[in-house]
């Protein structure tokens, strides 16, 4: 009986289900694109919105949550994890325009764009990307530890 469990424990995290039922799974992946002006480099940061249910907005079904949970990872170009924002956020349904796929945040306004889970899981398997970039002093460098939890809270649809 005891192997049984450990092997269903084995099997649920590699298929990526979180273990701990406080955290929340993500099933969606967005990237943001900052609509409107962009300084300097801001084009080759692209932050990648993980969340735990559709960006659906206050314009949707009745059954939609007024908040979902997510997490923001800000990309170096798609290709490798710049930093991994402190902690989980919540976003407001009032706060998503869905039919213009319009997301404000932080006091920013983005147009995102699903993409499918599988481009969060590469950026989590490979965080430091393809490219070669200098990261001097990068204050909030992803560990492994913040890495690996969420790759764990990435549940294929």
Not at 3 to 20: E, N, Y
Not at 110 to 131: D, F, H, K, S
């Amino acid at each position: 009986m005891r192997q049984a469990r450990v092997g269903l424990m084995g099997l649920v995290l590699m298929m990526g289900v979180c273990a701990h039922a406080d955290e929340p799974s993500f099933r969606h992946a967005y990237y943001l694109f900052v609509s409107g002006h962009v300084e300097s480099c801001g084009d080759c940061y692209v932050p990648l919105l993980l969340t735990g249910a559709p960006l659906r907005g206050d314009s949707q079904a009745a059954d939609a949550p007024p908040e979902i949970d997510a997490q923001v990872i800000v990309t170096y170009e798609r290709d490798s994890i710049w930093t991994i924002a402190a902690g989980p956020r919540r976003i407001a349904a009032a706060d998503v325009d869905a039919s213009a796929r319009i997301l404000r945040m932080d006091g920013m306004k983005y147009r995102y764009q699903e993409v499918p889970l599988e481009e969060a899981i590469r950026l989590l398997r490979n965080p430091m990307g393809t490219m070669p970039i200098s990261r001097p002093g990068l204050p909030d460098r992803p560990t492994d530890e913040r890495v690996q939890s969420l790759l764990k809270r990435c549940v294929p649809p």
